[in-house]
């Protein structure tokens, strides 16, 4: 057996113990000598930076939670689809850009790219809202979103063949951050706000403060664009007036902000954007003002006067990769007046919206900067004036089996033949803006289900037919005709950017006609629907004449599965 040697750790460990517990005494009756005024306490002995107390009173001015929760004042609600989809000759016939695009733009010209796009995916999204009303006055609102493809959460190839193909065993957030720079997450909030009715004792006054939807009219604008897996919602606070002639919104909301290093919220050392001009300040950001009025006092009728001011202070030269119709330009104040009338009469219904823009833009490409004496710079040279119309007139046979309804509509909003001024000379020189701006709409419920086109530089025309066979089957054939309203500006699809660029000299302005058909089947009550449909895009001479080769047709179809509760 081996002889321990003695050593003097022990001992050293017997006197560090024993100082230890003299300082903690000494401590104790210093404290005790300390003595507060009666009534009083020591509320924070270690300094922790709070702006809502924990369940416990904190100071008389903090609200009181967690000991009036009552379980009935609980809701939820709840949905899931699941969606595959499919389409063939993306870019008709040939390949298509990083961007969505079907050919690109430089200062050497137009190049229509080679390749084969056609493509087959299905998307999952899952919502789960949770609400709690503390009272009839007041709400509060979490709703969580995940939206995934399946097979999208590994890395499937890799340098040197190192692919992960990791998909079944990943559950959370990729590690390869985006280009942005940020984790690839499929798992978010759509939604989390706080809804107080009544606000102030005042009747028909309401604030809600949070990430909210924003959802007006027809949607052109503004909606909530649920055809997409993640959709709009937006960081803000909107104030509502609620009377029985009139309903009043007003809002603001950030679309995008900057932060210069010592003013990072969260302790990041880098802006959220690398920019130039004055988007190196703390100013950077974009900021969405929106005033929306429902007039209710006439019968039979729905008039909605709106104002929108859009600031964006990014840089000019941060957000235009696709010309001066790239969606949302950096650097530009934009003016939006509108009107929508809506009317539902016995068996027909109609709308009308009309829409103009003015203001400024900036772009730093020479061609625009120099327009204000200095290239390069951030000086807002370029005039906006914009405008776009929206016409829809339908006639429902209530009395006849099925409920057949037919309905026309008629599109249009501008373009500028000088979009392009900043990518390609030939275009011309750059003076104004003209290419409407979107926003932030649902553009899958206008100008044909295949969504090809954003109501920008457009001009459709379009028939609808729907009807109800049983109770729980809706069908809709929708044809489309689809056109530029100005020939030297691009197509623009759905989702706003550049589908294809036009050609300088171009004259064409008829891209094609589309028809879709949808069918809806509801089961389990209502709870359950399944919905198929199909298009097909028959190509007008825009497209060949601007791609440089016979355009082939295009084939979009999908299926989906979705549930509420």
């Not at 016939?93 to 961007?99: E, T, V």
């Not at 949770?130 to 890799?158: A, H, K, M, Q």
């Not at 603001?252 to 990072?264: C, H, I, K, S």
Request: charged share 15%.
């Amino acid at each position: 057996m081996k002889t321990l040697k003695k050593s003097g750790h022990g001992k050293r460990a017997f006197v560090q113990f024993v100082t230890l517990m003299s300082l903690i005494a000494g401590h104790t009756i210093a404290q005790a000598a300390f003595q507060l005024p009666e009534g009083e306490k020591i509320t924070n002995p270690i300094v922790i930076g709070r702006g809502i107390p924990q369940k416990e009173s904190y100071e008389p001015f903090d609200p009181k939670i967690g000991r009036n929760f009552d379980l009935k004042n609980l809701w939820m609600r709840a949905d899931l689809r699941v969606r595959p989809e499919f389409r063939n000759n993306v870019c008709f016939g040939g390949g298509i850009g990083a961007g969505g695009n079907c050919n690109t733009l430089s200062t050497s010209g137009l190049t229509s790219i080679t390749g084969t796009a056609n493509d087959q995916f299905v998307q999952q999204m899952t919502r789960l809202g949770i609400g709690y009303d503390l009272s009839p006055d007041i709400n509060f609102y979490l709703e969580f979103i995940d939206s995934r493809t399946w097979g999208g959460n590994g890395s499937p190839v890799g340098a040197g063949g190192g692919g992960g193909n990791g998909d079944p065993i990943i559950h959370t957030c990729g590690s390869t951050p985006s280009a942005g720079g940020r984790p690839v997450c499929s798992l978010g909030i759509r939604a989390g706000y706080m809804l107080i009715r009544n606000l102030a004792g005042i009747q028909g006054l309401g604030l809600k403060a949070g990430r909210q939807y924003i959802v007006f009219g027809d949607q052109s604008l503004f909606g909530h664009f649920d055809w997409a897996n993640t959709g709009f919602s937006f960081d803000g606070v909107m104030v509502q007036y609620s009377h029985s002639i009139m309903d009043t919104h007003a809002g603001w909301f950030r679309t995008a902000e900057t932060d210069l290093v010592q003013g990072a919220p969260l302790g990041s050392g880098n802006p959220n954007i690398t920019g130039t001009g004055q988007a190196k300040n703390g100013a950077g950001d974009a900021d969405l003002f929106i005033l929306y009025n429902q007039i209710k006092a006439v019968p039979g009728f729905l008039i909605e006067p709106f104002y929108v001011y859009y600031k964006n202070n990014l840089g000019g030269g941060d957000i235009s990769g696709q010309g001066l119709g790239t969606p949302k330009h950096g650097n530009q104040t934009r003016h939006t007046l509108g009107t929508r009338v809506a009317m539902k009469k016995g068996y027909f219904d109609a709308s009308s919206e009309v829409v103009y823009q003015f203001g400024q833009m900036g772009d730093t490409a020479a061609s625009a900067s120099g327009l204000c004496g200095d290239p390069g710079g951030e000086g807002k040279c370029l005039h906006i004036n914009a405008w776009a119309t929206r016409n829809w007139i339908g006639y429902t046979a209530f009395n006849l089996p099925g409920k057949p309804r037919i309905a026309f509509n008629f599109d249009y909003a501008s373009g500028d033949g000088r979009a392009n001024c900043t990518l390609n000379g030939a275009y011309g020189d750059c003076r104004t803006a003209n290419t409407f701006e979107n926003f932030f709409p649902t553009n899958h419920i206008h100008m044909g289900y295949m969504d090809v086109m954003a109501w920008k530089n457009m001009m459709s025309f379009s028939g609808n037919f729907q009807a109800r066979l049983t109770p729980d089957d809706h069908i809709e054939v929708w044809y489309t005709n689809l056109h530029l309203a100005n020939a030297r500006d691009n197509w623009y699809r759905a989702s706003q950017g550049v589908y294809v660029f036009s050609r300088p000299d171009n004259t064409v302005t008829h891209i094609g006609d589309e028809i879709s058909f949808v069918w809806t089947h509801f089961f389990m009550n209502g709870m359950v629907a399944f919905q198929g449909g199909y298009g097909h895009l028959f190509p007008g001479p825009y497209i060949s004449h601007n791609l440089g080769r016979n355009a082939v047709g295009q084939d979009w179809a999908y299926a989906q599965l979705w549930i509420n509760f």
